[in-house]
């Protein structure tokens, strides 16, 4: 090769790998129901910077495809739901950022973002939104969160605020524990305390002490009342 052309073709090397697209943020949708991991590829596949690389049903499948693809350096994003079967969601949530802290994790959900965004956010979620969030949102928080940012919707803002005003001095389900309010949540879904302890891997006893503490910390006397008082404070909290 002449010895002329060699800096003409570094810097068309230069250019077209200045003129090449980004590699794409390979995300991971864990979700229970196949109907929502499938809107939200729908949603993903329109972006073409992001590409899903892996799905899971359960808990404990997302904690072993977590595992598969961040030793193969081949997963930038979790999409998680709270709601999972076999592992809960936010103990998953725990489980990545003590084995992957560098990970970022967008927790999705269908509850109130007043009601579980800041419990999401302290145990070290980089974002929380609700599925039925415009698609536009759905992927900016997906690109931000990738990016090392946290996504923060201003209902999001507005509950850490509240927080951090409070001084941790919290009421309603807020004051309850990580664990007491994984209980609660499927107490006032309907589960008995039998059906809480093989989902949450819990004695049958060990849930009936949890669900002492909650009827005492929430001034209910049973789970007829409990539900009744989750769903006043869902749509007071909904309600702003």
Not at 113 to 140: F, H, W
Request: glycine share 8%; with cysteine; aromatic share 2%.
């Amino acid at each position: 090769m002449p010895n002329d052309l060699a800096p003409l073709l570094a810097r068309i090397a230069d250019a077209l790998e200045r003129l090449a697209p980004a590699a794409a943020l390979r995300v991971l949708i864990g979700d229970d129901h196949r109907i929502v991991r499938e809107g939200l590829k729908q949603i993903l596949a329109d972006a073409p910077d992001v590409l899903v690389v892996a799905e899971a049903q359960t808990g404990p499948e997302v904690l072993a495809r977590v595992a598969e693809l961040r030793a193969n350096d081949g997963l930038d994003l979790v999409l998680l739901d709270i709601a999972l079967p076999g592992i809960d969601g936010l103990d998953v949530l725990q489980k990545i950022k003590r084995e992957q802290p560098r990970l970022p994790v967008l927790m999705l959900s269908t509850y109130p973002e007043k009601q579980y965004a800041v419990r999401c956010i302290k145990l070290g979620a980089s974002g929380y939104l609700n599925k039925s969030a415009d698609p536009d949102d759905m992927l900016a928080a997906v690109r931000k969160v990738a990016a090392g940012g946290v996504f923060l919707t201003p209902s999001t803002a507005e509950a850490l605020a509240t927080a951090v005003g409070q001084g941790g001095a919290q009421a309603g389900p807020e004051a309850l524990s990580h664990r007491e309010h994984q209980v609660y949540r499927l107490l006032t879904q309907g589960l008995t305390v039998s059906e809480i302890g093989a989902q949450l891997g819990l004695a049958p006893n060990t849930v009936s002490t949890y669900r002492v503490r909650i009827l005492e910390k929430t001034g209910t006397k049973n789970d007829v009342e409990l539900a009744l008082y989750a769903e006043r404070h869902a749509r007071g909290r909904a309600g702003g």
